[in-house]
């Protein structure tokens, strides 16, 4: 399987790591209301889509960037690739 590194260009997957799910993008703020069964959430639970779904690469054998893929998990079909800090922004978050 190729990535297309938003920076790099084409990669072999074999030079990421595969992390899971793109929503631990959005953690929990520990703070609020209710954070001890929203981090138990976060944590325990994932979804197993059959199709399009975003997940977490982590490019260990070349820049250390994270990534955003969208990929369709019946086919392997990579029809999006972001870097995680973009997406992170878009979805409101600063840090």
């Given at each position: 399987?190729?990535?297309?590194?938003p920076l790099l260009g084409p990669r072999d997957a074999a030079e990421?790591?595969?992390?899971?799910?793109?929503?631990?993008?959005?953690?929990?703020?520990?703070?609020?209301?209710?954070?001890?069964?929203?981090?138990?959430?976060?944590?325990?639970?994932?979804?197993?889509?059959?199709?399009?779904?975003?997940?977490?690469?982590?490019?260990?054998?070349?820049?250390?960037?994270?990534?955003?893929?969208?990929?369709?998990?019946?086919?392997?079909?990579?029809?999006?690739?972001?870097?995680?800090?973009?997406?992170?922004?878009?979805?409101?978050?600063?840090?």
């Amino acid at each position: 399987m190729i990535i297309n590194h938003p920076l790099l260009g084409p990669r072999d997957a074999a030079e990421f790591v595969y992390l899971g799910d793109a929503s631990l993008i959005d953690r929990p703020d520990w703070q609020a209301e209710g954070a001890m069964e929203q981090f138990h959430d976060y944590g325990y639970l994932r979804d197993n889509p059959a199709g399009q779904h975003q997940e977490l690469w982590y490019h260990e054998q070349g820049d250390r960037s994270w990534l955003v893929v969208t990929r369709d998990t019946l086919t392997h079909e990579i029809t999006r690739v972001e870097l995680a800090r973009d997406v992170a922004r878009a979805r409101g978050r600063d840090k």
